[in-house]
């Protein structure tokens, strides 16, 4: 059999292996709203961090990092310095109170639904906002899983770059449509391994067929020896050497407020699972990450001695290094860890972005009218299908004609949700005094900041990474108009003690 043809079963199998496990999750869950959206919280600790992790990484680890650090060098790799803190930062602290406070909180199932319950907003316009800016920002996020998929055909397969984005489009809405949340996780846990053990395999093979690690390091020092350096040409101080330090290393802030990975810690069976999964999750991470950029910096060596060969487009390097050294399916087996990594973060945020379509928008309107009470769980499942759907349509027509890289879609959509979502998070849990006007002029404030920021040409906006700003100005506004509003009301603060108690129940 022909290379394409090796490459093209692995991929088939792989296709099929998602399907399958969708299919298996659509008979597991039930016909109600909690089950669809959140798997009854009852996600085991390997599986809400195997889960947490491949949903965040997305095409971004496998083709945007790896890119990054074969056009640029080391200096790069402090995004996946920040995302590493930031990620057991997250598990660590928020996950417990999230997991615990969500459940006292009128038991929410969102992120919009439980700031509301936390805070007792009775206006909602809290979650009406949340729930818009989650459609907004998830849109885009979705779209830049949707350019990776058309540019991974295109590099691996010659396909046309809009049949590949459909191809994986149709079938990551397929399983997500009907598995919903336990599908998404349970796809997310296979994708993560394989993930992961191409992230070691790729690597590992390259610096063998380049040498050895020494002869990888001699060959990347005598093209560019910045490329080996953290701080680039010069030291931490020099230029605007630092403030691109801060900036990759922000990306971190955003995990605070990323809908699609904190409702993992939603979903979990009890606040103590956090412990076990914060140590499988960022070990993943952590050796992920490694994997990535050593496939960077190998590829730096292998291709500056083998120019013919050299990726046309940066963000192909891990691609074009597995077709190059693998045999023919296992190669397609790799590929099929670059789809894993794009089509476990898309369904993800499908998930989120259809229960803010229905549970925190669509019941607010079917409240006000009255219907609420007359329409059954299977009513709103049925319309949570329609919401993957459409803005799977949607992200797929912005994605058509790609201007952007996929790393700077997923920039933009990482400090959105980190600007608005992340000091809210963070205030909910630990702070008693926030109100629901400070959450909604926080949240606004955020994600306005961060959306104009990312769209501004300057040299200030470009040496400072949006969700900076956005992160810090959402949290002055929070607590200033928390201040200002406060009110003491003896129900929010018993909830607010008891998810702190439940916590920490062990």
């Known amino acids: 059999m022909s290379e394409p043809t090796f490459r093209t079963i692995a991929i088939i199998l792989y296709f099929a292996g998602m399907l399958a496990i969708g299919w298996f999750a659509y008979r597991k869950t039930k016909d109600s709203l909690d089950d669809y959206m959140l798997a009854g919280r009852g996600l085991r600790p390997s599986v809400a961090a195997l889960s947490a992790g491949a949903s965040d990484m997305s095409g971004w680890l496998l083709m945007g990092l790896p890119g990054a650090i074969y056009l640029a060098g080391l200096v790069e790799a402090w995004i996946a310095i920040g995302l590493t803190v930031g990620a057991w930062v997250n598990w660590k602290f928020v996950a417990p109170r999230l997991r615990a406070f969500t ?3 009128g038991d929410s199932i969102t992120i919009p639904s439980f700031f509301e319950e936390r805070l007792q907003d009775r206006t909602h316009l ?15 996020y979705v779209s830049s899983g949707m350019v990776a998929a058309g540019k991974f055909f295109e590099s691996s397969f010659g396909l046309n770059y809009l049949a590949g984005m459909l191809i994986v489009a149709a079938i990551t809405m397929v399983y997500t449509l009907f598995g919903g949340f336990l599908g998404a996780t349970l796809t997310d846990v296979a994708q993560g391994l394989l993930m ?17 690690p020494a002869e990888v390091i001699a060959n990347v020092r005598a093209i560019d020896p910045s490329l080996l350096s953290l701080f680039g040409s010069g030291p931490f101080w020099a230029g605007g050497t630092y403030l691109a330090v801060i900036s990759s290393l922000a990306w971190g802030l955003g995990y605070f407020g990323q809908p699609h990975i904190i409702v993992r810690f939603m979903a979990l069976r009890t606040p103590a699972d956090a412990t076990v999964a914060r140590r499988i999750g960022v070990g993943w991470m952590a050796i992920s990450a490694a994997g990535a950029i050593a496939t960077a910096i190998v590829g730096i060596s292998y291709f500056s001695q ?20 693998f045999h023919p399916f296992i ?12 089509m476990s973060t898309i369904s993800s945020q499908l998930v989120v972005t259809s229960s803010a379509l229905v549970e925190d928008l669509f019941k607010i309107v079917a409240a006000r009218v009255g219907s609420e009470r007359t329409l059954q769980d299977k009513t709103y499942v049925l319309l949570g299908r329609l919401g993957i759907l459409v803005v799977a349509v949607i992200a797929v ?22 600007a608005s979502f992340g000091p809210i998070v963070l205030l909910t849990l630990f702070w008693k005094k926030l109100t629901n006007w400070g959450a909604l002029c926080g949240l606004i404030a955020g994600a306005v900041v961060a959306f104009v920021w990312g769209q501004l040409n300057t040299p200030l906006t470009d040496a400072i990474y949006e969700i900076i700003p956005g992160f810090a100005i959402n949290l002055i506004v929070a607590v200033a108009v928390s201040l200002a509003t406060y009110k003491p009301n003896p129900e929010i603060e018993r909830e607010f003690d008891e998810g702190v108690e439940l916590s920490k129940v062990q």
């Open 103 to 105: 459940e006292t909180a």
């Open 331 to 342: 190669a397609g087996l790799v590929l099929a860890a670059v789809l894993a990594a794009i």
């Open 126 to 140: 809290l979650r009406i906002v949340c729930g818009l800016i989650i459609l907004v920002f998830f849109t885009f």
């Open 306 to 325: 083998h120019a013919d060969q050299a990726p046309t487009d940066p963000e192909t390097v891990f691609l074009d290094l597995a077709q190059i050294l």
């Open 397 to 418: 027509l912005l994605a058509i004609s790609p201007s952007n890289s996929i790393l700077d879609l997923v920039a933009f959509a990482w400090a959105g949700f980190g």
């Open 196 to 212: 992961f053990a191409a992230l070691i395999a790729v690597p590992i093979v390259a610096v063998i067929n380049a040498g050895g």
